[in-house]
């Protein structure tokens, strides 16, 4: 684990020495700034759309984080030619994805706290109170969800050649959940067989990151707390699809000629 968590060390830093968090954070910060000084019509009410807009940009600045973070991660290193001398060592190929995989994830999770410190004290300034544990579940979920979506980019560039081709395709399935993914189940219900139950495997097989992201009505509309159990179940699902795409990285990575 030493091991482990020293390559993922390598991989924080090198996140906050490239620009790409640092350009996607001011402009949401300026954005989200310029909305909350608008004023339309005195209304109190206008806070709730400031709120889910800054939510949302938040979302897909850490989906843009996240993907193009980690879909450089092994190109990059056969590019460089670091690839052989890193498995040259005692590190095991395992180990090399487990830890790119951490260093990302953690990575993610410590922009996710800029974002949200950012977020909390925007919504403070208008609304004068500080939902804390609110927010401590959405970003939690929100969290647990990139893992899912580092390990499915991580298992992409390992099948894909081109980290742009490997960004693009993730991104594209990921907001196709997002936005389609929860009515599925519906659609399927107006198909005949066999697209009714192709449809039905497909809403059962996905990672449901929508329901994560989903959590912004807590925040938006000023809902009461979500029971942890519920918070916990939706993170053991998370975890769950987590493995699964971390798993089979390593056992295609196993295979995979590094030369």
């Known amino acids: 684990m030493r091991t482990i968590f020293a390559l993922a060390g390598v991989v924080i830093k090198e996140l906050y020495r490239r620009k790409d968090f640092y350009v996607l954070f001011i402009l949401t910060i300026v954005i989200c700034v310029i909305m909350a000084s608008v004023n339309i019509y005195n209304s109190p009410e206008i806070i709730r759309y400031v709120k889910d807009i800054c939510l949302l940009l938040t979302w897909i600045s850490s989906l843009v984080i996240a993907i193009t973070t980690t879909a450089r991660q092994i190109p990059v290193e056969k590019e460089q030619r670091t690839l052989l001398p890193l498995l040259a060592k005692p590190l095991t190929r395992t180990q090399l994805i487990v830890g790119k995989f951490l260093g990302c994830w953690f990575a993610c999770g ?25 927010y401590f579940q959405a970003a939690f979920l929100h969290w647990m969800a990139l893992g899912v979506v580092v390990a499915m980019t991580l298992l992409g560039s390992l099948v894909f050649a081109a980290p742009s081709s490997n960004s693009t395709i993730c991104f594209v399935i990921i907001m196709t959940i997002l936005c389609i993914g929860r009515y599925l189940d519906a659609i399927a219900l107006s198909l005949h067989e066999p697209g009714r139950s192709l449809i039905y495997s497909i809403y059962f097989a996905i990672p449901h990151l929508e329901i ?48």
């Open 110 to 134: 410590l922009a996710l706290i800029c974002f949200y410190i950012a977020f909390g004290v925007l919504a403070a300034s208008r609304e004068h109170t500080l939902p804390l544990l609110n």
């Open 212 to 259: 994560p992201f989903g959590m912004r009505n807590l925040i938006v509309h000023d809902w009461p707390l979500i029971s942890w159990k519920f918070v916990g179940f939706d993170a053991l699902y998370l975890l769950a699809y987590t493995a699964f795409f971390l798993t089979a990285a390593c056992l295609i990575f196993r295979r995979k000629a590094v030369n």
